[in-house]
Nanobody, 114 residues
Framework: EVQLVESGGGLVRPGGSLRLSCAAS????????MGWVRQAPGKGLEWVSFISWNGDSTYYAESMKGRFTISRDNAKNTLYLQMNSLTPDDTAIYYC???????RGQGTQVTVSS
């Protein structure tokens, strides 16, 4: 069974940091480009970042450049998202996803508020 399980979300103050993790199982992790998408309250899905199978190529949405860093550890079948300088606009449910078929996990809530 394919599973993507996100963790690491929570409540953080503006300017703070969080590190999200996504544990993958049930498929060959390094066969896939992986990424993070998010959905803010009342808004549609937005691609945040993705990373190639070997980590050599990355993409960031414009508003995340310089603040977020995506990485992966294929030996551990785990995807990460380091988020710094968080603002209230980053409040959303963050989903780990496979780029090729948009298969997603259940998500982890990130709330940025003072």
């Amino acid at each position: 069974e394919v599973q993507l399980v996100e963790s690491g979300g929570g409540l953080v103050r503006p300017g703070g940091s969080l590190r999200l993790s996504c544990a993958a199982s049930g498929f060959t992790f390094d066969d896939y480009t992986m990424g993070w998408v998010r959905q803010a309250p009342g808004k549609g899905l937005e691609w945040v970042s993705f990373i190639s199978w070997n980590g050599d190529s990355t993409y960031y949405a414009e508003s995340m450049k310089g603040r977020f860093t995506i990485s992966r550890d294929n030996a551990k079948n785990t995807l990460y998202l380091q988020m710094n300088s968080l603002t209230p606009d980053d409040t959303a449910i963050y989903y780990c996803a496979r780029l090729q078929d948009d298969y997603r996990g259940q998500g982890t809530q990130v709330t940025v508020s003072s």
